[in-house]
């Protein structure tokens, strides 16, 4: 079955007027976590909450809320009833992952978004500034700290994407018990590779990572060029769209 934008519009209308309530309470609940949170070290500091702290709980709570939310994408595929259902749906597998894609993606993220600066608003002004101009993060600016927050959201909502779609039941859990099994391994295989070349003593070297080691008394570097930032990015973005083409296909194989 190809694709159909006029098919897609209305499967998206379909499960936005299915799952509105649900999406409703979640953004509710998500903006109730956000001002409890950000009230507590309010008042549990003396320090300002300024633009740094912000950064921090905007990065944590993303990542954090971001993946529960994404792995419950697909969960009703985990059960029959719910399942016959949506893969019988007169619409292409496509259609149905581009559908849950825009909502755990795209529309999370602008929710979010809005929802934490809605937030900092309201409680920003219970702080006590000294007399001083009330702090904002600034999304995108001289710290990047938020843009590298987004970009880590994009390669770990890949994986939480995929886990909701291969698992049948406990997504999140089942998924990130196997992340943190392939990054040991990842970094166990990558340490060994990288012993056998250099005759020393390196420690733990995960990819991409700067590698230190003694020759003698003398301490010498393997660093990446300059652009180094650039490749990272570049490597969870392409590791990114790898993972989301596994979850399409994947989605392809499901059966009643």
């Known amino acids: 079955m190809q694709f159909s934008l006029k098919r897609f519009w209305w499967l998206f209308k379909k499960h936005t007027a299915e799952q509105y309530k649900y999406y409703l309470m979640s953004v509710a609940v998500l903006m109730g976590i956000m001002a409890i949170f950000i009230t507590f070290l309010i008042y549990s500091e003396n320090q300002p909450f300024d633009a740094g702290k912000q950064t921090i709980m905007f990065i944590l709570l993303l990542l954090a809320t971001g993946t529960i939310f994404t792995s419950t994408v697909f969960a009703h595929l985990g059960e029959k009833r719910k399942a016959i259902a949506a893969l019988t749906l007169p619409a292409s597998h496509f259609e149905k992952y581009l559908v849950g894609w825009l ?50 959201f994009l390669f770990l909502h890949s994986i939480a994407f995929w886990g909701s779609i291969f698992f049948e039941k406990w997504h999140f859990i ?34 991409f990572e700067n590698i230190n080691f003694m020759r003698g008394e003398e301490l010498y570097q393997v660093r990446f060029p300059h652009d180094n930032e650039f490749l990272m990015r570049l490597a969870l973005v392409g590791t990114a769209l790898f993972i989301w083409a596994a979850a399409y296909f994947r989605l392809r194989e499901k059966e009643v």
Request: overall charge negative.
């Open 103 to 152: 909502y755990s993606y795209v529309f999370f993220q602008l929710v979010y978004i809005a929802c934490f600066y809605l937030v900092l608003f309201i409680v920003l002004p219970l702080d006590d500034w000294g007399g001083k101009e009330i702090e904002y993060m600034a999304l995108f600016g001289t710290d990047d700290a938020p843009e590298v927050a987004l970009l880590l």
């Open 174 to 207: 089942k998924t990130t018990f196997l992340f943190i099994l392939v990054v040991f391994a990842v970094v166990l295989l990558n340490t060994g590779v990288w012993q056998t070349i250099i005759d020393g003593d390196i420690g733990d070297v995960g990819p």
